[in-house]
């Protein structure tokens, strides 16, 4: 195997902010062997209120950034970025270096519900967007069943500031998942990357009352089918000790403490209902992460 051998390059990981990590977890498990390049475009954040030519661009400097640095394909872990940004990526770097996003995991609580009502926790920009309404038409509809939407702002900068179980954050978790309790939904599709980091605020408010569902565990399946068969997976068979880089926008040191902390409980999604930490997490002290200019 040659140093140059495309499948020896990172992947890179990209968000708006360290919503991603949740996606970072799946991806380590699924593929423990790559080195990997987080891009955290924390100086932007939150991405939710942007405007759609605005996500474009930001989204298109962070890939570009990626690209960059040699990464043989990128994983776009957040949902709004998604959601604009997808078939312009594509078209622009071609079959050959993949880009990979995120679509709210409706069509899984769809197929889950028995109460006939799915809830879906997202950004304004989701909503915004035509990929989660394009899979509401694709599988909610001719099955009949009802999607309500819980819409907000607040969420992802209170998980930026390492606030994910505080009382501000549970007081607005009731304040739009509570019509959505009342309304009968039994399935909560997290439609965001940040949102993961919230289940353990959820369940203490509403215990059993939703099955929590997001899309990190399937797009590590398809991120490592993808690398597969471009021919670009590391092979599993040479010894190599993973790296991962850490890079932010904004302040590495206010981003630090968080990131090691959700690190450390990251959220796995294997049965939809467990959350397990991401193994040997490192300490915020021994955690390098570096500046960078998209």
């Not at 954050?169 to 939904?185: D, K, M, S, W, Y």
């Amino acid at each position: 195997m040659k140093p140059a051998d495309p499948s020896c390059r990172p992947l890179g990981i990209f968000d708006s902010g360290v919503g991603g990590l949740s996606v970072l977890a799946e991806i380590r498990r699924v593929l423990p062997q790559e080195d990997i390049v987080y891009l955290a475009d924390t100086a932007h954040l939150p991405y939710g209120a942007r405007g759609d030519d605005d996500l474009r661009d930001l989204t298109a400097r962070a890939v570009a950034a990626l690209h960059a640095r040699g990464v043989k394909g990128v994983v776009v872990a957040c949902n709004t970025a998604s959601a604009f940004s997808l078939s312009h990526l594509r078209e622009k770097y071609g079959p050959q270096f993949p880009v990979i996003g995120l679509v709210p995991a409706v069509k899984p609580a769809i197929q889950a519900t028995r109460s006939g009502v799915v809830g879906v926790l997202a950004t304004p920009g989701t909503l915004r967007g035509t990929l989660l309404q394009d899979v509401i038409r694709q599988w909610a509809v001719p099955a009949g069943v009802q999607v309500l939407m819980a819409v907000s702002a607040a969420l992802v900068p209170l998980v930026e500031a390492g606030q994910q179980d505080s009382a501000e954050t549970r007081a607005e978790l009731r304040r739009v998942l509570e019509p959505l309790q009342a309304a009968g939904a039994d399935q909560l599709v997290l439609g965001c990357t940040h949102y993961p980091f919230l289940a353990p605020a959820i369940r203490a408010e509403f215990g059993n009352t939703f099955a929590l569902i997001d899309s990190g565990a399937a797009v590590a399946r398809h991120t490592r089918s993808t690398l597969e068969r471009l021919g670009l997976l590391r092979p599993e068979d040479v010894p190599h000790t993973p790296q991962i880089s850490y890079f932010v926008t904004g302040s590495p040191e206010a981003a630090r403490p968080v990131i090691a902390t959700l690190l450390a409980g990251a959220m796995h999604n294997r049965d939809q209902s467990s959350v397990l930490p991401l193994h040997s997490p490192p300490r915020a002290d021994a955690l390098r992460i570096e500046p960078i200019q998209t």
